[in-house]
C-alpha cells in the first residue's frame, strides 16, 4: 500500500505523539487530529477532555504539524455511551473501548481522514498489521511489547479499516517510545497512560449510570441455593469475580458468581465456583480468516488483564462462536471481550453472551 498522506489520531499522550516523529521519519505527510468525545466531565488526565486537546495541539505546534480537533461527541453518546448504558441495565458489563474502536476511532474518524484526502490512519497503539500475501487478507499482530499490547481492544477492525491503517508503535517497547519522545524535547514524554474510562468521573459506575436516568434497584444477595444472604444496592454496582464493597459477612470469601436480571438477585459464592471451560459469543468479527467453518484450536484472552489459555473454538449458528479451554478460566463476565490468538496473530474475538 502506498500511504503518504497520514491522519494521525493524536490524544495528547505520548505514543500518539511518538508515533507522529516515527511516520515524519519514515517519509509520510502527517497531520493531527484530536477528537473531542465527551463535555460532561471534562477534567484533566482522560481521553478526549479538554487539557488532552491542549496538549495535542501544543505537541503538533512543536513539530509543525497542523492540528485539527473533530468534534464526535453526539456520536460517542449515541454509540458507546449509549450502549455502555443498555449493556449495565441489561445485567452485563460492557467495554465501551471496543466500541469506541470500531464506532469512533476506526469508524467515523478513519471516514474523516479519506474524506478529507488521506490515504490513511494512523494511532499510538500497541499493535502492528501487515498484509498476507498468502491469504490476501490484513492482519492485526500483537505488539511488540507484550506488557503494553493493545490487539486485544482492537479485535473488531475490519479488512478495510486494517488496509488503511498504520499502527507505528507497534513494533517498539515503551520505555523506546518514551526515550524517543524525549530526545525530541516532547513536553508529555513522561505524561502517565490514562487509566479511566474517559466518560466516567472517577470511575463511579453507578453515579453515571443514575446521572443517564437507569433506576439502581436494590435486592437480594442469595448463594447459589437461593438461601438470602443480605441486600444488594442495584445489579449495575457489581460484576462478576468481584469480592470488594459487597458488604455481606460470612465465614468464608465470598465472591460475585452472577447475576440475575429476572428476579433482581446476585448470586455470590466460593471463588472456586467463578471457574469455567466454556463460554459462548456473539458480535463475532474474525480477521485472520474470513470465517469460522468448523473447530480450530487457539489461545484466548477473556479480559485485557487476564493471560491466554489454550482453547479450541467452534461456529454456531447465527454467527456466534463457543470456545471450550484446556483448563477453567475465572470469572469469565457477559458483556466482556473474548480474543482469539493464533500466535502472534489476532484470529478474531466476540462479546461473551
Not at 157 to 168: D, E
Not at 246 to 259: E, I, T, W
Not at 328 to 339: D, F, K, N
Request: hydrophobic letters at 40%; one cysteine or more.
Amino acid at each position: 500500500m502506498s500511504q503518504k498522506r497520514i491522519i494521525l489520531a493524536m490524544s495528547g499522550g505520548v505514543d500518539s505523539a511518538a508515533a507522529a516523529l516515527l511516520l515524519r521519519q519514515a517519509g509520510y505527510d502527517v497531520s493531527a487530529v484530536t477528537l473531542r468525545l465527551h463535555r460532561e466531565t471534562d477534567r484533566p488526565g482522560i481521553c478526549g477532555a479538554g487539557d488532552d486537546i491542549d496538549l495535542a495541539r501544543s505537541v503538533a505546534a512543536s513539530m509543525g504539524i497542523s492540528h485539527t480537533v473533530v468534534d464526535l461527541c453526539g456520536l460517542f453518546r449515541d454509540t458507546v455511551m449509549a450502549r455502555f448504558v443498555s449493556e449495565y441495565a441489561a445485567g452485563r458489563t460492557p467495554n465501551p473501548c471496543v466500541d469506541c474502536n470500531r464506532e469512533i476511532k476506526f469508524g467515523a474518524l478513519l471516514d474523516w481522514a479519506l474524506d478529507h484526502g488521506a490515504d490513511g490512519l494512523a494511532t499510538g497503539h500497541y499493535a502492528r498489521v501487515e498484509h498476507d500475501r498468502a491469504s490476501g487478507r490484513w492482519r492485526l499482530l500483537r505488539g511488540v511489547d507484550r506488557r503494553k499490547d493493545q490487539s486485544y481492544f482492537l479485535f473488531q477492525l475490519t479488512q478495510f479499516q486494517l488496509s488503511r491503517l498504520l499502527l507505528p508503535v507497534g513494533g517498539y517497547e515503551k520505555p523506546a517510545i518514551r526515550a524517543l519522545a524525549e530526545a525530541h524535547g516532547l513536553r508529555n514524554a513522561q505524561r502517565p497512560d490514562s487509566q479511566d474510562i474517559c466518560f466516567v468521573p472517577g470511575g463511579d459506575y453507578a453515579a453515571f449510570l443514575k446521572g443517564q436516568g437507569v433506576e439502581l434497584t436494590p435486592g437480594d444477595f442469595v448463594d447459589e441455593s437461593g438461601r438470602v444472604l443480605g441486600r444488594h444496592r442495584g445489579l449495575e454496582r457489581y460484576t462478576t469475580g468481584q469480592r470488594k464493597g459487597l458488604g455481606v459477612s460470612a465465614g468464608v470469601p465470598l465472591y460475585v458468581l452472577r447475576k440475575d436480571l429476572e428476579r433482581g438477585t446476585v448470586v455470590l459464592g466460593p471463588d472456586s465456583a467463578l471457574y469455567t471451560r466454556t463460554l459462548t459469543a456473539a458480535r463475532v468479527n474474525w480477521i485472520a480468516i474470513p470465517s469460522l467453518e468448523g473447530p480450530m484450536a487457539v489461545t484466548a484472552k477473556t479480559r485485557y488483564s487476564q493471560g491466554e489459555a489454550a482453547a479450541v473454538i467452534e461456529p454456531l449458528p447465527g454467527g456466534r462462536v463457543r470456545a471450550v479451554f484446556e483448563e477453567p478460566q475465572r470469572a469469565v463476565t457477559a458483556g466482556q471481550a473474548v480474543v482469539f490468538y493464533d500466535g502472534e496473530a489476532v484470529v478474531g474475538g466476540g462479546i461473551i453472551e
